[in-house]
């Protein structure tokens, strides 16, 4: 929903009145909506940026009415409505897979048009030997287990792939 909600809770016997609301992110003419809370700070802006444009918090700059935002500005005074258009500006970090989809599926029919060509297999089996060297030199904080997660399934898809590379190549030789 579009409109605003109030949230009413009680905290340390004192009532507390707390508003979301849809704002709408801009960065470079994408827009995206995102729900943050009207009592909290910049911050829940710069981690909403991050999620949907890849533009790491630290690395942003928040432009909401001519008025740059740090992660320490207090929402409530700057009187947000609703579909508040904020401008977020910064450089994107690159997806470190970007590729590995198309690179995986090309491993893939590589091996099948391979058949018995023991040149084919073994180019294959190197291809696939130095797309696991690159995943494995990429440096992944442990906090990031999404990405780990992703780096895990792309290696044990090229090690399947590399696997029966070598198993038929060594079935041929035989």
């Known amino acids: 929903s579009k409109a605003t909600v109030s949230v009413l809770y009680w905290e340390r016997h004192t009532c507390v009145h707390v508003m979301k ?3 709408v992110l801009i960065h470079n003419k994408k827009k995206v909506n995102a729900v943050i809370e009207t009592t909290s700070t910049a ?4 981690e909403a940026a991050e999620r949907a444009f890849n533009i790491p918090a630290a690395k942003q700059k928040i432009v909401f009415k001519g008025k740059t935002l740090t992660a320490r500005t207090r929402l409530e005074p700057l009187n947000l409505i609703v579909d508040a258009k904020i401008m977020v500006l910064g450089v994107p970090v690159a997806d470190p897979f970007e590729g590995y989809s198309e690179k995986l599926e090309q491993l893939s029919k ?4 391979a058949g018995v060509d023991l040149t084919k297999l073994a180019c294959i089996g190197e291809a696939c030997q130095q797309a696991l060297e690159a995943l494995d030199g990429m440096d992944i904080p442990a906090t990031e287990t999404e990405q780990r997660q992703d780096r895990k399934n792309y290696i044990k898809a090229i090690q399947r792939i590399q696997e029966d590379a070598d198993k038929t190549l060594a079935d041929l030789r035989k």
């Not at 911050?43 to 710069?46: F, G, N, Q, R, T």
């Not at 590589?110 to 048009?113: E, R």
């Open 110 to 113: 590589d091996y099948s048009a």
């Open 43 to 46: 911050a829940c802006i710069m």
């Open 21 to 23: 609301l849809n704002v």
